[in-house]
């Protein structure tokens, strides 16, 4: 009895040895990346060029899916409850993943505990810019009218809690300055009513605003990142124009599965999308919509996301911020 116990038991270890490990199956079916918000934004350009190397490299199609709705919870909250198989994949961002988690009431998951992380693809800083009838020329020159005028100056932004909105709040929160917000569906709308000069100021991505700023239509004042940007190095950064340490926003987006997903697959994913990255037609439009590519590991990427997490919960806490 032993000896036939013993048998089996090589006979099912050898059975499991020769199937084939979830990296080497990996990916059984198309791969769907999820994006929670409408075609057409910058990160949604990326994704879909990545989207398109990624095909090729994995042997099975990859669709972007745009599941727009809620600023970005319902696409995240779609990959938290899929199957842990690495099939669908979730276009997060510091939206999505550090703010909204905190200003709903309730969101469908936990921006941690339910996902695995990937890799951060890139981030990019924002452009603070004015209506040229506000009559400012730098960044000092807003904070001194802000403090002169508070309460009365509007500024615009893409939805509550996205980063147009976030990097004035923390700009609020260190000047002690009072500005309005104005909330629109999508930065798109936002530009068109600050280029018709409905509102007077907004911080947004370098690649939405720089054409207008460049034509004179609105009036670009500074960078919201640590450095100034390679595509617009013409600005000086808020950080050092207002000698403010504490402030840096940069505006990211990385791609995350479902928590429990196999480390093979979440390696696979990681190596393949980085490899995708440094495909020249890629590198060349991230650069050209302001961006940096990123491209890190799995373990830095869920070390960046909790300090993110940490950042962002604590000042939307700190300011009492609630979804409208």
Do not use: C
């Amino acid at each position: 009895f032993m000896k036939r116990s013993l048998m089996l038991a090589v006979l099912a270890v050898l059975e499991l040895a020769s199937l084939p490990s979830h990296g080497q199956s990996y990916p059984s079916k198309p791969v769907r990346i999820i994006v929670g918000f409408a075609a057409g934004g910058p990160s949604d350009i990326v994704v879909r060029l990545m989207g398109q190397q990624l095909t090729d490299r994995l042997g099975r199609q990859v669709v972007v899916e745009n599941r727009a709705g809620a600023t970005g919870t319902i696409g995240a909250e779609l990959v938290a409850k899929a199957p842990p198989h690495g099939h669908k994949l979730d276009l997060a961002s510091q939206t999505t993943h550090a703010v909204a988690p905190y200003m709903y009431s309730k969101v469908g998951y936990d921006p941690l505990k339910d996902f695995a992380t990937v890799v951060l693809v890139s981030h990019n800083p924002l452009l603070a810019v004015v209506h040229p009838s506000l009559g400012v020329k730098s960044i000092k020159e807003l904070v001194a009218l802000a403090k002169k005028r508070p309460g009365d100056l509007n500024f615009a932004t893409g939805g509550q809690g996205s980063s147009p909105d976030m990097s004035v709040e923390l700009l609020k929160s260190l000047t002690g300055i009072r500005m309005e917000a104005i909330h629109y569906k999508g930065d798109g709308a936002a530009i068109g009513e600050l280029v018709g000069g409905q509102v007077p100021i907004m911080f947004a991505s370098i690649a939405g605003l720089l054409p207008y700023a460049k034509s004179g239509k609105l009036r670009g004042l500074a960078i919201t990142g640590s450095k100034r940007s390679a595509i617009a190095p013409e600005f000086p950064t808020i950080q050092e124009e207002l000698s403010l340490k504490g402030y840096e926003v940069v505006t990211w987006f990385g791609i995350l599965t479902t928590a429990g997903t196999p480390a093979e697959i979440v390696n696979r994913l990681n190596k393949e999308i980085v490899q995708s990255l440094s495909d020249p037609s890629v590198k060349d439009t991230i650069a050209k919509l302001g961006m940096e590519v990123v491209g890190n590991t799995p373990g830095e990427y869920a070390a960046f996301l909790k300090a993110e997490n940490v950042k962002w919960g604590k000042m939307v806490k700190a300011l009492n911020l609630k979804a409208q």
